[in-house]
């Protein structure tokens, strides 16, 4: 007897999220009919001459080996051609986010109307976007019979409830940061109500989605997939003692928002600033570094780095710290944990952090209780070691258990 056929998978993506995990574990089963993304390089660096700023370090890095044969749709040209005006016209924020999102859908659904329309319509499948450029192409596909499957990428409109109301508390906070406008929520609210299952990356953000008003049965938890890389750097020992010479040596790397809780670590540094602590802040974001900071010879304040960059920061660091409001998950807890890091994290994230043993929850997330943990672990250098030794990624943040995950839902889909 056959083995059945395996359910074919469409995926759309706009941008790399996870490394395309999610097509690389349907592709190697067998189960990836096509992806669309915007761009596709297939390994070639030539189109990052002609992509502006920093689109082009994106735009050479829009391909994984494990897809080098998959059949994949992109933007091509228009992707280029829309950023490009969009630096002309000096266009950002929410503007250009929903304009390029809707971009996407129309290019995509117009190809698949061009050379894809007939063998849909004779098969059916299961389509899967990722949310706020998902709510055109879920249409599209309802219509053709297949079922539907959104990515949730963070807590949605309940975690910007959350930064708004941080916001208010703190008016005097050097943030940029500002709300979506109100029908980029109008238009999510129709992309959960499209998607026969929702795919979220966390308890937290389950929660939050249930807050406001989603089913939940359409609701699965379904935690990002990690894999470690093979040119890791040596974390630096943890000395006897924290001293002048060597201080207890912190990172917050990733975006330097309000809602990743900055603003906490800046002013847990301030109650610190007579303690032998190091501060290392990375990443883009919209809060600025406060004047009052400014000089001092603890604290380092940059950009986004290069990868090499972030892997040599985990290995300088004694701690990662994550006091973030609100994440769908925070991939960079696995990064840190795969490096030997030991994390504080809030309990507002992917479930990674087991309180006292590879890492501290700070509870309640306030600035006091992070110079809690942190005198805790200048006073005992020797938890940090016993922290790294427990530090490690978990076999349910593996690309199987992904496939797993996926496997349980086409069962689910299945079912009458």
């Given at each position: 007897m056959?083995?059945?056929?395996?359910?074919?998978?469409?995926?759309?993506?706009?941008?790399s999220?996870?490394?395309?995990?999610?097509?690389?574990?349907?592709?190697?089963?067998?189960?990836?009919?096509?992806?669309?993304?915007?761009?596709?390089t297939r390994?070639?660096?030539?189109?990052?001459?002609?992509?502006?700023?920093?689109?082009?370090?994106?735009?050479?890095?829009?391909?994984?080996?494990?897809?080098?044969?998959?059949?994949?749709?992109?933007?091509?040209?228009?992707?280029?051609l829309?950023?490009?005006l969009?630096r002309i016209r000096r266009?950002?924020?929410?503007?250009?986010?929903?304009?390029r999102?809707?971009?996407?859908?129309?290019?995509?659904?117009?190809?698949?109307?061009?050379?894809?329309?007939?063998?849909?319509?004779?098969?059916?499948g299961?389509f899967?976007?990722?949310?706020?450029?998902?709510?055109?192409?879920?249409?599209?596909?309802?219509?053709l019979?297949?079922?539907?499957?959104?990515?949730?990428?963070?807590?949605?409109i309940?975690?910007?409830?959350?930064?708004?109301?941080?916001?208010?508390?703190?008016p005097?906070?050097?943030?940029?940061?500002?709300?979506?406008?109100?029908?980029?929520?109008?238009?999510?609210r129709?992309?959960?109500?499209?998607?026969?299952?929702?795919?979220?990356?966390?308890?937290?953000?389950?929660?939050?989605?249930?807050?406001?008003?989603?089913?939940?049965?359409?609701i699965?938890?379904?935690?990002?997939?990690?894999?470690?890389?093979?040119?890791?750097?040596?974390?630096?020992?943890?000395?006897?003692?924290?001293t002048?010479?060597?201080?207890?040596?912190v990172?917050?790397?990733?975006?330097?928002?309000?809602r990743?809780?900055?603003?906490?670590?800046?002013?847990?540094?301030?109650?610190?600033?007579?303690?032998?602590?190091?501060?290392?802040?990375?990443?883009?974001?919209?809060?600025?570094?406060?004047?009052?900071?400014?000089?001092s010879?603890?604290?380092?304040?940059?950009?986004?780095?290069?990868?090499?960059?972030?892997?040599?920061?985990?290995g300088?660091?004694?701690?990662f710290?994550?006091?973030?409001?609100s994440?769908?998950?925070a991939?960079?807890?696995?990064?840190?944990?795969?490096?030997?890091?030991p994390?504080?994290?809030?309990?507002?994230?992917?479930?990674?952090?087991?309180?006292?043993?590879?890492?501290?929850i700070i509870?309640?997330?306030?600035?006091?209780?992070?110079?809690?943990?942190?005198?805790?672990?200048?006073?005992?250098?020797?938890?940090?070691?016993?922290m790294?030794?427990?530090?490690?990624v978990?076999?349910?943040?593996?690309?199987?258990a992904?496939?797993?995950?996926?496997?349980?839902?086409?069962?689910?889909l299945?079912t009458?």
């Amino acid at each position: 007897m056959k083995s059945p056929r395996p359910t074919s998978w469409i995926c759309a993506q706009l941008g790399s999220r996870e490394h395309y995990a999610i097509p690389r574990v349907l592709h190697r089963s067998g189960r990836l009919r096509l992806l669309m993304t915007d761009y596709w390089t297939r390994g070639r660096r030539g189109i990052a001459s002609i992509v502006p700023g920093r689109e082009a370090a994106k735009a050479s890095q829009r391909f994984h080996p494990d897809l080098a044969n998959a059949a994949v749709m992109h933007m091509g040209t228009r992707r280029i051609l829309f950023e490009t005006l969009a630096r002309i016209r000096r266009s950002s924020g929410w503007d250009t986010i929903t304009r390029r999102n809707a971009l996407f859908q129309r290019i995509m659904i117009h190809q698949l109307r061009k050379g894809w329309l007939r063998e849909l319509r004779s098969e059916s499948g299961i389509f899967f976007s990722y949310s706020y450029a998902a709510l055109d192409l879920l249409r599209f596909f309802r219509e053709l019979g297949w079922r539907t499957v959104l990515g949730q990428m963070d807590p949605g409109i309940h975690e910007e409830e959350i930064v708004a109301a941080e916001q208010a508390r703190h008016p005097d906070l050097p943030s940029h940061w500002s709300p979506a406008p109100g029908n980029y929520w109008n238009l999510w609210r129709e992309e959960c109500a499209l998607s026969d299952r929702i795919v979220v990356n966390s308890e937290w953000s389950r929660e939050a989605l249930l807050a406001t008003g989603v089913a939940s049965e359409k609701i699965m938890v379904v935690p990002l997939a990690y894999e470690r890389t093979p040119n890791a750097v040596a974390r630096a020992p943890v000395p006897p003692a924290f001293t002048e010479e060597r201080p207890l040596c912190v990172l917050f790397l990733g975006q330097l928002t309000l809602r990743k809780g900055v603003h906490l670590a800046l002013d847990a540094a301030r109650q610190m600033r007579d303690e032998p602590v190091r501060w290392c802040f990375v990443g883009p974001g919209d809060m600025e570094f406060p004047n009052d900071l400014q000089g001092s010879p603890r604290i380092h304040w940059s950009g986004p780095v290069s990868r090499d960059a972030t892997r040599q920061l985990y290995g300088d660091a004694d701690l990662f710290l994550l006091p973030t409001l609100s994440d769908g998950f925070a991939l960079t807890q696995l990064e840190a944990q795969a490096a030997g890091l030991p994390v504080i994290a809030s309990k507002f994230c992917g479930d990674v952090v087991r309180d006292g043993v590879n890492g501290w929850i700070i509870d309640p997330l306030t600035s006091s209780a992070i110079v809690e943990r942190m005198r805790c672990a200048l006073k005992e250098p020797v938890l940090l070691r016993l922290m790294s030794g427990a530090s490690s990624v978990h076999a349910r943040f593996s690309l199987d258990a992904l496939g797993t995950n996926l496997e349980q839902i086409e069962r689910e889909l299945s079912t009458p």
